[in-house]
Every structure is written in structure tokens, then in C-alpha cells.
């Protein structure tokens, strides 16, 4: 017989463990889209119309907001929007990856890996300027060729004119007001304290620019010594400045403000309330978009008054999802049947802050409130107190427990009686902190992912504690579920990679140990507890099946377009959701078809 190759061998042999261990397979995705994008950014085209993102995707909306072309091929969310001076070429990037389409063929002309720092822009000839690694670079859109415009390595950040004449370069110590054509300084300022990042808004028509950094706030004028915004501590590089007209400029953030006078930096009237929360961004021609949740148009007449018109964009991930019914729903603030649009009434969610789906329960954590829903009623089950802080909610296998927990404190509920069967502080643990509960199959106690050591169980009649798990030396455990049969999946982090331990009832080490290249966002048991599906942040292949048992792998599938941690089966295990749509496509939520 031949010998194989080492490395054909390798291959063929994960072939032939994918085919042999099991006839399962995921097919039939189904990609649906729920409302609610979060939009953060964007970039003012010719015309009226405006680049925004949503999530990880980017769409160019016409002068009433409408939808006239979209693109979903980048997987995170977009931090970066702009547009060249001619409105002929549009980029984008994340924090992994960057892109230039065309704008009116809608074709992609360039794109490359991001690092920690990139930043983008264009100059005035509608060349791409590329930060990266402490150096500024004019790229080639035709050829992709680089040359070096400035920074030599020393450069923190960056801010580039919409127009391609200017820009702000923020160094260790100071910060510059630069004419791209020719590289001279027009203006610059000393640094207060560290600041590593830059926002800068240009004034129109001018050689001047507000900068903000890290404690301080400035104005930036050729020819002219900075001149100090009052206040300017509090200019979060969060908010957002918008100029009403050259001489003066707005301040917002979280929906209040300050109007400022563009030449000295004082303060002008009364503090300021808006009619939006979210980031404000404003266009050559006057225009004021208010940006968040939705998008829409303040008038500057009235700054206060609701945005009109107003959209909500198509969302790229959902964050809550369940199978109630049969039927899957998901979404971003609410539980929406996928084939019918129709909202589930699970409780208030205005101020959600974790819900899980289980058995023939959803579970919602709101503020200081948990309820559970189940056969189209909604209890209460308990309105927490504060100094636990709590954050996190896991429910049983089967729906009837829940446990939710905060870095000081734990409780342990039951959704049938209505009842707080008991709670427990970090102190009584002799915790530094809690980083996750779950509550045991026979409702007893909780087990629990403390700061620092190994999980263990804590019975809260007896006040027992009984290790479950040893972790590794160095590792940090993050997440754990529990199988029907109490099997349990606990997730921890090395300095290489992430892990998942498969803990047989009774023992304390793992009898499996599922290793991963990329984080692992999510896991769930099947309603039987023979399978797990792992939900990790791989480009390709993100969702795997493996056998709870043995630990092989099954089946692996997903390209999706934004990483996320939702991950549901269906009561009779036949179906999967993954809250996010797939690369290339519009879509918020996908459902496959579980085939063994």
C-alpha cells in the first residue's frame, strides 16, 4: 500500500472523521431581517444623499432616506465612513478589514487587512490615505501602491477634511493642523496628558478645525495660536460637533449639549437639548443627521424638535432570539416571529440586560427585573436588588431555574413557583468577585465561574461548595452550559487560543477539550444533550456541531456578517438560529435545518 504524505494524510483523515462520525448535516439556511441597526457613522455624498453604516453593513440613502444601494461584505461593525471629495468612491473599515467600492457600479476596487491603528481618508485627488502603523500612506486606488505622506512610524491618529486639503495628525506630544498638499504646518497644539486617539470636525470654508483628545478641546486656525474651547475637558472624543455655520459650532452628546462660538471657543446661551440621543453627523449643505438606533433629519431651527424623516435600517445580527411555538423569532429589542413580523409580548425589554431561551421558557433580565414567559403568560419572578449588580442569566435545560449573577452577589430562581429560591454574596463565597452562575438540573444551588480559581457547586440549602472543574493553570474560564443529562461545556481562555471542556457528571477534569483558533462567542446543547453547537469568530465555518459523548466534530458551516453571541435550537432540536445574517447579504438572523 502507498504511503500518504504526512500532511495529505492529515487531511483526508478529517475528511474521513467529518463523513464517518455522523450523517449530520445543517442545511436549508433561512436568512431573515429584523429592524434595528445601530448607526455610527457616516460620509455626505453628491446629490443628497449620504453614506451611512448598518452594523457591518454600508448603504447610501437618498435626500428622504431611502435605500439606493447597499453592501454587506465586511463581518464587523463599521467604525469608519467616508467618501471622496467627488463622491466617486466610498471606504469603509472595521476592525479587521478595509474596503473602496466604486459608487455608481457598486464594485469593490480595493481592500486590506486593518490593524490597531488604521484610519482612512482621501486626499483631494481622490487618492485613498491609509494610516497604519504609526504612518501615513497615499494609496493608489488604481494600482494600490503606497508612498509615505507623514508620521514615520510616530503617528498616533488622524482626522482628513471631507474636502482632501487637510487633516489633524495627533502625535505623542502634540497635535497639528497639516495642508496635505504641500505637508506644511498651519497650526498646532501641545498635548494635555495621553491622549491616543483624535476627533476633528473641519470648519467649512476655513483652514481651522475644533479638535478633541483626551482632556482637551481646541481650535485650530492658520496662522493663529490654538484657541482653548471652554469646557473643553468634558468634549468627549464620543460626542459629536457639528457646525450650524462658520461662526459657530454644536457639542452633543447622549441627547444635550452646548453651542460654542467657532472663533474664540465660548460658550454661547443655555445648555442645549436634542431631539436624538445618538451621534450627530452634518453635510456640506447644512443638513443635521441624527444617527443611533435610527437615522433622521434635525432641523437646525429647531434642534430639539424629533428627527423628520425618520428611518430604522435592516439590523446585520440579532440579540435576542427563541423558538416559542415552533416557530423562530428574534431581534434586536424584542422577540419577532421571523415569518410573521409579529412582536412576542415576553415583558418589558426597554432596558434589557440579558434574556435566555430554554426548554419551553424565555427567561428576561430588565434592570432589577426577571420574568419568564411560557404558554403566552408572563410572570414576574422577582425584582432584584442593586448591590449585586447583576448582568448575566442562565436558565436550566429545561426552563424551570434560572440563576443570575453580578460580580457581587448570585441568585438562584424558579420560574413555575415565582419564587427566589436563594441568594448569596461574593462575600459569603470569600470571592473577590462572580464572573457567571448556572443553576443546577435539581434546582438546589448554583455553579459557579468565580474571579479567580476553579468552578464549583454551591448548594444553597447546605452552603456546600463541591468542585465541578480544575482549570488549567494561567487559563480564565468565561462561560459554562449545562446538557439535560449534566454534562457540562465550560469555555476558558489561554494566552494561545480558546477552549471548551467537556465535564462528565461527577468529575472535576475534562474528558474532551474542543480547542479553538478564533474566540468563541457562543454554545448551546441540543434539547436531547447529544449535540453541541459552538458559535465561534472564525471568518468561515463559525458554527460546528460536535458529539456531546465523544467530542468529534460533525459538521461545520457560516460565513456570517457580523459576529455574534445568540444561539438557539428549536424544542425538537431540528433547528438552529444563529442571530446574524450571512457574508454578502442582507439578514439578521439565520435558521438551519438540523439533519442527522
Known amino acids: 500500500m502507498t504511503k500518504l504524505p504526512s500532511a495529505m494524510a492529515r487531511l483526508l483523515g478529517a475528511a474521513l472523521l467529518l463523513g464517518s462520525a455522523s450523517a449530520l448535516t445543517l442545511s436549508d439556511p433561512k436568512v431573515y431581517t429584523v429592524p434595528g441597526a445601530d448607526t455610527r457613522v457616516a460620509a455626505f455624498l453628491p446629490g443628497g444623499q449620504v453614506a451611512v453604516n448598518a452594523d457591518n453593513g454600508v448603504l447610501i440613502l437618498d435626500q428622504n432616506l431611502k435605500t439606493v444601494r447597499s453592501w454587506y461584505t465586511l463581518q464587523n461593525d463599521v467604525t469608519g465612513l467616508v467618501a471622496s471629495p467627488n463622491g466617486a468612491r466610498l471606504a469603509a473599515m472595521t476592525r479587521s478589514r478595509w474596503a473602496v467600492w466604486d459608487v455608481a457600479s457598486g464594485r469593490e476596487v480595493r481592500s486590506g487587512p486593518s490593524s490597531y491603528d488604521t484610519r482612512l481618508g482621501f486626499d483631494a485627488q481622490g487618492d485613498l490615505l491609509l494610516q497604519d502603523d504609526g504612518t501615513l500612506y497615499r494609496v493608489s486606488v488604481a494600482t494600490g501602491q503606497r508612498q509615505e505622506v507623514l508620521g514615520g512610524g510616530d503617528l498616533y491618529d488622524v482626522a482628513v477634511s471631507p474636502d482632501g486639503t ?130 433622521g433629519r434635525l432641523s437646525t431651527a429647531d434642534l430639539s424638535a424629533p428627527p423628520r424623516p425618520q428611518v430604522t435600517l435592516p439590523s446585520s445580527n440579532a440579540l435576542l432570539g427563541a423558538f416559542v411555538g415552533g416557530a423562530a423569532h428574534a431581534g434586536v429589542s424584542e422577540f419577532i416571529n421571523l415569518k410573521t413580523g409579529t412582536a412576542l409580548n415576553v415583558g418589558q425589554t426597554s432596558r434589557l440586560s440579558n434574556a435566555e431561551a430554554m426548554g419551553d421558557s424565555v427567561w428576561t433580565l430588565n434592570g432589577l427585573s426577571v420574568n419568564v414567559y411560557r404558554a403566552g403568560k408572563v410572570t414576574r ?58 443553576p443546577t438540573l435539581d434546582g438546589k444551588g448554583l455553579i459557579i465561574i468565580p474571579h479567580e480559581g476553579d468552578l464549583f457547586r454551591y448548594d444553597l440549602g447546605t452552603k456546600k461548595r463541591t468542585p465541578v472543574f480544575k482549570l488549567p493553570a494561567d487559563a480564565e474560564a468565561y462561560e459554562l452550559q449545562q446538557s439535560p443529562g449534566g454534562t457540562l461545556a465550560v469555555v476558558y481562555g489561554t494566552e494561545d487560543d480558546d477552549r471548551v471542556a467537556l465535564v462528565k457528571p461527577g468529575a472535576t477534569a475534562a474528558f474532551k477539550t474542543l480547542v479553538f483558533g478564533r474566540a468563541v462567542r457562543a454554545l448551546r446543547f441540543s434539547p436531547d444533550g447529544k449535540l453541541l453547537a459552538v458559535l465561534t469568530g472564525d471568518a468561515q465555518n463559525a458554527l460546528q456541531i460536535y458529539d456531546t459523548a465523544t467530542g468529534a466534530l460533525l459538521t461545520r458551516t457560516g460565513t456570517f456578517s457580523l459576529r455574534t453571541s445568540l444561539l438557539v435550537w428549536s424544542a425538537d432540536g431540528r433547528e438552529l438560529l444563529v442571530g446574524s445574517g450571512l457574508l454578502g447579504q442582507s439578514g439578521s438572523a439565520t435558521v438551519y435545518t438540523v439533519k442527522k
Open 166 to 295: 487637510l487633516l489633524v495628525a495627533l502625535y505623542e506630544d502634540r497635535a497639528e493642523l497639516v495642508r496635505l498638499s504641500s505637508g506644511e504646518v498651519l497650526a498646532k497644539v501641545d498635548v494635555a496628558g495621553e491622549a491616543y486617539e483624535v476627533a476633528a470636525t473641519f470648519v467649512p470654508g476655513a483652514e481651522a478645525a475644533v479638535v478633541r483628545l483626551d482632556e482637551q478641546a481646541v481650535i485650530l486656525r492658520a496662522g493663529q495660536a490654538a484657541a482653548e474651547v471652554e469646557g473643553g475637558e468634558d468634549l468627549s472624543t464620543g460626542g459629536s460637533v457639528v457646525f450650524l455655520n462658520p461662526q459657530q459650532f454644536v457639542y452633543a452628546q447622549y441627547g444635550e449639549g452646548q453651542l460654542y462660538d467657532a472663533v474664540s471657543g465660548e460658550a454661547v446661551g443655555d445648555p442645549l437639548e436634542f431631539g436624538a440621543s445618538g451621534p450627530l453627523a452634518a453635510g456640506p449643505d447644512g443638513t443635521v443627521l441624527a444617527l443611533g438606533r435610527t437615522v
Open 381 to 438: 419572578v422577582a425584582t432584584l436588588d442593586e448591590d449585586a449588580e447583576y448582568e448575566t442569566l442562565h436558565a436550566s435545560p429545561s426552563g424551570q431555574f434560572a440563576a443570575v449573577s453580578g460580580y457581587y452577589g448570585a441568585a438562584l430562581l424558579d420560574g413555575r413557583s415565582g419564587k427566589v429560591l436563594g441568594k448569596v454574596t461574593e462575600t459569603q463565597l470569600k470571592l473577590e468577585d462572580i464572573h457567571d452562575a448556572l
